[in-house]
């Protein structure tokens, strides 16, 4: 009887032994499981909806090639349980991720940020179209203008008014929210640029520094030029001369601007045609940089009346017409 019992006892012993070595086999499979790398071979975005559970998390991860045998990632939650509370939104994973890092990302929520650079120079009717082409951003219509009556601007001119940078948001960010931002970035350059301003410019508001900023950003070829670019055109200011400046007339010319300006359109009555019309147009005609609205804050002071494109993204100056027709003949009509 005692060695039956001895029997049944070492039998039992070693079932108990074989079932610890199990499920500490399992247990171990489980957390190496938890250390392999994404099955991804390149980067890919993951949108995590609210109310996921770990059973839909582990399905939609299968699903979308990410993981291999869902089944361990249920069982690796059951032991780490704090790594079930992920966060909503939109992750970019990528083929170095291990499947812990993964976990740990949604849990901190280190959804994906997305960049947005305005250019300085574009006209709002050009950011209008970048923006409906952004990934993942939210635009509603007249979105601009929106944000001006929000800011309490009723004017309904947007042009000019945001400020040209880099901006970033998460995936499905309401637009109006980088906007503002934008906005009021260009509310305290231009209010830096009035304060600095050098003393009897002939411009009676920061909105007409602003018009006039936009002006030189549209003509700048090279940085180094700003300031005497803006020293030209405060000196026909001053002198009561037309500013004559190409940029103007193609914004005025909308849509029909086809890349060459004809001695019609120069000619050509408009509210932006700068060689008809005295003084400033009525709005900026482009977004401004910070160095155009210093430039013509404290502009270069120069005796220059005139410059002409040398075809090369710089230009030659000149005090007197004869000297600009001069360089015209040279640089324009190829004469020597």
């Excluded at 770990?54 to 979308?64: D, F, N």
């Excluded at 993942?136 to 940078?165: I, R």
């Excluded at 209010?191 to 301003?197: C, I, S, T």
């Excluded at 508001?205 to 002006?215: C, F, K, N, T, V």
Aim: charged share 20%; hydrophobic share 40%; with cysteine.
């Amino acid at each position: 009887m005692k060695k039956i019992i001895l029997i049944a006892s070492s039998a039992l012993l070693t079932l108990l032994t074989l079932a610890c070595l199990g499920a500490y086999w399992g247990y171990q499979s489980i957390i190496d499981y938890s250390h392999t790398p994404l099955s991804l071979t390149e980067p890919k975005e993951l949108t995590i909806n609210r109310g996921t559970s770990v059973h839909q998390l582990a399905a939609q991860l299968e699903a979308e090639g990410v993981i291999q045998t869902p089944w361990k990632l249920k069982w690796f939650l059951k032991f780490r349980p704090e790594l079930a509370n992920i966060r909503t939104g939109l992750y970019e994973i990528s083929p170095t991720q291990t499947i812990t890092d993964l976990l740990n990302d949604l849990v901190a929520g280190k959804v994906k940020i997305f960049s947005l650079t305005l250019v300085e120079g574009k006209t709002i009717s050009e950011w209008e179209a970048q923006l409906n082409s952004a990934a993942h951003l939210v635009v509603p219509q007249e979105v601009f203008a929106a944000v001006l009556m929000a800011q309490g601007d009723d004017s309904a001119l947007p042009e000019g008014k945001f400020f040209p940078d880099t901006y970033h948001y998460t995936a499905n960010a309401d637009v109006k929210t980088l906007l503002t931002q934008s906005y009021k970035r260009m509310e305290q350059e231009l209010d830096k640029a009035w304060a600095e301003r050098t003393p009897g410019l002939p411009l009676k508001s920061r909105y007409e520094m602003l018009i006039l900023a936009s002006i030189v950003e549209k003509e700048t070829g090279q940085a180094h030029e700003r300031e005497q670019i803006a020293g030209v055109f405060i000196n026909r200011l001053n002198q009561g001369m037309r500013l004559q400046t190409d940029p103007t007339v193609i914004y005025g010319m909308g849509d029909r601007f086809k890349g060459n300006i004809t001695r019609k359109d120069l000619v050509e009555e408009t509210a932006f045609n700068t060689y008809r019309i005295m003084g400033l147009p009525p709005t900026p005609i482009a977004a401004p940089s910070k160095a155009s609205l210093q430039a013509v804050s404290q502009p270069a002071k120069v005796s220059y009346l005139y410059f002409v494109s040398r075809n090369d993204g710089t230009h030659i100056f000149s005090s007197t017409l004869a000297e600009h027709n001069r360089a015209v003949d040279i640089y324009q009509r190829k004469k020597k």
